[in-house]
């Protein structure tokens, strides 16, 4: 599978919608894969086949974070299985 380019829209990232999941590709159109994207003040994580990660938690460096149904990543909260996340994200 190839993507163009044109595809892309801005210095960071674009997220793409393919199969019912979300991508995340570089302004040169490579796909980002196993790890944390950043957008509007938000993170957000890749799996290594380059999926959005949602409804699940991530394991990262050794620390647990929690992703949203958005593929947010949540702060400051419970979680849906009742664990808390601190402003970081790390379950506590």
Partial sequence: MSYSVDDVV???FKKRMILDSFFAFN?????????WVYDKGEWYYVSSSGAMIA????????KWYYLASSGKMLR??????????GNLGVWQ
């Fill in 10 to 12: 801005s210095n960071a």
């Fill in 27 to 35: 302004c040169s159109g490579t796909m980002k894969v196993s790890t």
């Fill in 55 to 62: 409804n699940d938690w991530v394991k990262d460096n050794g």
């Fill in 76 to 85: 400051n909260t419970y979680t849906p299985d009742g664990y808390y996340v």
